[in-house]
């Protein structure tokens, strides 16, 4: 039996290396079984043929049978062009080509009968139709017998004469070359228990359907069967590391963790921070290794949670660390933290790439001493050098913003793998979870401290800006700090946005009486970290920037932000941004400030923001608009979605139904070594054999 995998397409009638090389490049095919999963974007149904007569305007595109009565060259340089003149006896309409020219004249010959297929454009009363596919008319079984697929090429594409047509024509020669070839990657026992058709079926109706019907049954199949694989590969790893990883046993909840909770804690713990914290302790008490993802939005009181969790390790005698993406987050988590903690004999420190080289010394001596007990950091912290006493809890704030190699090396600083717990501001749709997430523990705080008003959020456009700056000064005088963020550092010739140099101008004119500071990622990490201050000690009054500031700042008296361009962000981003105000007593706002040149999705965009608060219900507002492969922070290295077929934001049913599937196959068969789960076995090894599996120590 054919390994469609390892049989290259370079052999295949049509393709030739050069060819070869640019689907690789292009598309990312590579064998058989690339080309067979490179699946139709759309279906056109070619069932109808019309005539030429009966063409008009503003027709989809047709189809029509006839011959070419001759061909001419019309024009001169870039306007020059091929026309063939085409007529099925009812008419003559004109067929265009401005490029491929003699490749047009030696295949298509005067007198021969052919099936053409396009969309007529008219000109006047006249009638063409631009680059159209062609065909012999010995093909018609083929081409025109109901729904026809479309995929997508490229230009590069397109220039060497493989575009949609020549790339079905490939598929074509394969299906047709196979014959027991196609063996199924389901279980015979799990497609009648599914209910679903053979991969056989399902490869011939995907590309060649016979009716709407047949089509929507194979793209079931091959939806379920990706996501079946996903889950089964998730569930397993996971259920493998809860049986061979031991985890530190912190059974003992002692005065760190008390002491801070009856005498400094600075209010009551919501009921949704409770819960966590209750789970947190289970886990890590539990004998097993914690590997579990915190969700808050923003505000919520993660880091507290996060604390409480470090107190736990304080009190079982191990270390704890916390790693944040950026300077100023660490910065924030430290400060935040060594607050938390300046009444009790807690030794926190925080180290940073910014960190000096005697200061570093002397932390890394500390460090590995057992001194430090408590360190904040950046991925300075998974540096060689740091080596810790003896780390029993790895805490990852924003872990979206780290590849999991990066994460990993911070696990591997301790004999026995330490307790991870991932946080994230960024919420994720339960669909997206599931595929990204699935083999970890899931807890959520979807509460808000009490005392905290919800942001008003208002949609401005930037032709009236008198009235935003009006409204500006009137907060700033009740003694508020204002956030002003802009999309790009300096001006741009190609994007028509607002940028941060130019704004900084601006604002200093309109508001001389007050301090107007700028932050963005090209300062020196002092000079950033000097205008922070400046901001966060009330020195000034406006702070304008980047997305430098999206996570991590905490200024309870800042109760306006302002996001120029807004149109150029996403949800995401945009919730997190607006996330920066809202933190004290007093009624915030965020103004979102666009063009008027705005697209359908981007409209539905900032109207979401205007009508929600709640960051789940953005998120998978954010999944139906964008897709997942757009989602901001879920495409990182090690853990990109590459799915062919199914749709996190529509089949989110059909990936609750195969998560279910595999987890009953796996509470059955763990290993999956029974005869009947072989194919399973094989398959999942050839899926993930080549990607590093770090489920087993994450």
């Not at 080309?35 to 279906?43: A, M, W």
């Not at 757009?630 to 853990?639: C, F």
Request: with cysteine; net charge neutral.
């Amino acid at each position: 039996m054919i390994d469609l995998e390892r049989r290259s397409i370079v052999y295949l009638p049509g393709v030739g290396p050069k060819k070869a090389e640019l689907l690789e490049k292009e598309i990312g095919v590579r064998s058989y079984a690339d080309l067979l999963s490179f699946y139709p974007y759309k279906y056109i149904d070619r069932s109808r043929f019309y005539k030429i007569s009966e063409i008009e305007g503003n027709m989809p595109y047709i189809q029509l049978k006839g011959r070419f009565q001759y061909f001419e060259t019309v024009g001169e340089g870039r306007s020059k062009r091929l026309i063939g003149k085409f007529t099925d006896g009812t008419g003559v309409i004109d067929l265009v080509w401005f490029k491929g020219v003699n490749y047009i004249l030696e295949k298509y010959k005067p007198g021969a009968d052919f099936i053409v297929f396009g969309k007529p454009v008219a000109f006047g009363r006249v009638y063409n139709i631009p680059h159209p596919d062609i065909d012999p008319m010995s093909s018609i079984e083929q081409v025109a017998s109901g729904l026809t697929p479309y995929y997508s090429t490229t230009e590069k594409m397109k220039k060497a004469f493989l575009n949609s047509r020549a790339i079905q024509n490939l598929v074509y020669t394969i299906l047709n070359s196979l014959t027991d070839e196609l063996a199924d990657s389901l279980p015979e026992y799990l497609l009648k228990r599914v209910g679903m058709v053979s991969f056989k079926e399902a490869m011939y109706q995907i590309h060649f359907p016979d009716s709407t019907e047949k089509l929507r049954n194979a793209q079931t199949r091959l939806k379920f069967e990706e996501l079946f694989y996903i889950q089964l590969n998730m569930l397993q790893t996971a259920g493998q590391r809860k049986l061979r990883i031991k985890g530190l046993v912190f059974s003992h909840v002692g005065s760190y963790f008390n002491t801070f909770y009856s005498d400094y804690l600075p209010f009551e713990l919501t009921g949704a921070q409770k819960r966590v914290v209750r789970e947190i302790r289970t886990d890590m008490g539990s004998g097993r290794q914690m590997n579990r993802l915190l969700q808050g939005d923003v505000g919520s009181g993660k880091t507290l949670v996060a604390l409480l969790s470090m107190l736990l390790a304080l009190d079982n005698g191990y270390q704890a660390c916390m790693m944040a993406p950026t300077e100023i987050l660490a910065t924030q988590h430290f400060a935040t933290v060594a607050g938390f903690l300046k009444d009790m004999d807690v030794k926190v420190a925080l180290l940073t790439g910014s960190t000096r080289k005697k200061e570093r010394e002397r932390l890394l001596a500390q460090i590995a001493e057992g001194e430090i007990q408590i360190l904040i950091g950046t991925h300075a912290l998974i540096e060689d050098t740091v080596v810790f006493s003896s780390l029993g809890l790895a805490i990852i704030d924003e872990q979206h913003r780290f590849g999991v190699e990066q994460r990993s090396r911070l696990w591997k600083k301790n004999k026995q793998i330490p307790h991870v717990l991932v946080m994230t501001a960024t919420p994720i749709p339960r669909t997206l979870a599931m595929t990204l997430y699935g083999d970890l523990d899931v807890s959520v705080i979807d509460e808000l401290p009490p005392g905290r008003k919800p942001i008003k959020t208002v949609h401005r456009y930037d032709t009236n800006k008198k009235q935003l700056y009006d409204f500006l000064r009137k907060e700033i005088e009740l003694g508020r700090q204002v956030y002003v963020v802009f999309p790009l550092i300096e001006g741009s010739e190609k994007l028509d946005y607002k940028d941060l140099e130019e704004g900084y101008e601006v604002f200093k004119d309109v508001f001389p009486e007050f301090t107007v500071s700028m932050v963005h990622g090209r300062m020196k990490a002092a000079d950033k970290e000097a205008e922070m201050n400046r901001f966060i000690s009330g020195e000034a009054h406006i702070l304008l920037a980047t997305t430098v500031i999206e996570v991590g700042v905490n200024v309870p008296n800042a109760s306006v932000m302002v996001i120029e361009s807004a149109e150029r962000f996403g949800l995401s981003q945009l919730h997190q941004l607006r996330g920066r105000v809202g933190r004290g007593a007093e009624q915030s706002y965020c103004v979102l400030v666009s063009s008027y040149k705005l697209s359908n999705d981007t409209r539905k965009r900032l109207e979401i923001m205007v009508n929600s608060n709640d960051g789940f219900e953005i998120a998978e507002a954010d999944l139906r608009l964008r897709g997942h492969g757009d989602l901001e922070g879920t495409r990182q290295s090690g853990e990109g979605i590459d799915l062919k077929i199914a749709d996190l934001s529509s089949d989110g049913q059909l990936l609750q139904y195969a998560r279910d599937m595999a987890q009953m196959i796996l509470a059955e068969d763990p290993d999956l070594t029974e005869e009947r789960n072989l194919v399973l076995n094989q398959k999942l090894k050839k899926l993930f054999s080549n990607k590093i599996n770090w489920g087993m120590i994450s």
